[in-house]
Antibody
Framework: QVTLKESGPAVVKPTQTLTLTCTFS??????????VNWLRQPPGKALEWLAR????????LYSTSLKSRLTIFKDTSKNQVVLTMTNMDPVDTATYFC???????????WGQGTLVTVSS | DIVMTQSPDSLAVSLGERATINCKSS????????????LAWYQQKAGQPPKLLIS???TRGIGVPDRFSGSGSGTDFTLTISSLQAEDVALYYC?????????FGGGTKVEIK
């Protein structure tokens, strides 16, 4: 059974750095074609893809508009993928999801999401 | 980035009637070497994460009722719910995975008339 779970702070202050962890089970991020993605959804708005990391050690990719603020990395031994986002702003208030894809396909499996509010 | 445009933004359909959602990509998402359209549809109910309904434009996910169907190719795609049920009230999103940077449509809210 595949599961993913996001964890991190519920509230961050403007200008702070957000660190989110996706802990997964039921698959391996060393399997060819497997990817873990981070996405977000502001309240009442559409989904936005942020970043992904692949089974391949050096393959990571970021949203064009947010690239300068994002870092994604994995700890294969812990089955975790971490996303950091710097210089948080109230417009970054959203539910953040991690989701997995296999064989370079769609997002098969999703975590429940974690709501992050940016407020002083 | 590939832009995905969904229409309508919302629709209200009577129980048992057909609901149709359209999705258009700004460039073709048909990969010619394997003849696959890299298009997925997701259903998102209130307070829940999205759920994969359709992949490769027309392949239903495991356990997805057969009243859901996907069609289209190239740049124009459609999700059809053949007979709307109460449990189908949700937001529906299309998404392309042809480009490495995934992009989604703006979503369509489906309600009961």
């Amino acid at each position: 059974q595949v599961t993913l779970k996001e964890s991190g702070p519920a509230v961050v202050k403007p200008t702070q750095t957000l660190t989110l962890t996706c802990t997964f089970s039921g698959f391996s991020l060393t399997t060819r074609g497997t990817r873990v993605n981070w996405l977000r959804q502001p309240p009442g708005k559409a989904l936005e893809w942020l970043a992904r990391i692949d089974w391949d050690d050096n393959d990571e990719l970021y949203s064009t508009s947010l690239k300068s603020r994002l870092t994604i990395f994995k700890d294969t031994s812990k089955n975790q993928v971490v996303l950091t986002m710097t210089n948080m702003d109230p417009v970054d208030t959203a539910t953040y999801f991690c989701a997995a894809s296999r064989q370079l396909g769609p997002l098969d499996y999703w975590g429940q999401g974690t709501l992050v509010t940016v407020s002083s | 980035d590939i832009v995905m445009t969904q229409s309508p933004d919302s629709l209200a359909v009577s129980l048992g009637e057909r609901a149709t959602i359209n999705c258009k990509s700004s460039q073709s998402i048909l990969y010619s070497s394997n003849n696959n359209n890299y298009l997925a549809w997701y259903q998102q109910k209130a307070g829940q994460p999205p759920k994969l309904l359709i992949s490769w434009a027309s392949t239903r996910g495991i356990g997805v009722p057969d009243r859901f169907s996907g069609s289209g190719s190239g740049t124009d795609f459609t999700l059809t719910i053949s007979s709307l049920q109460a449990e189908d009230v949700a937001l529906y999103y299309c998404q392309q995975y042809y480009s490495p940077r995934l992009t989604f449509g703006g979503g369509t809210k489906v309600e009961i008339k």
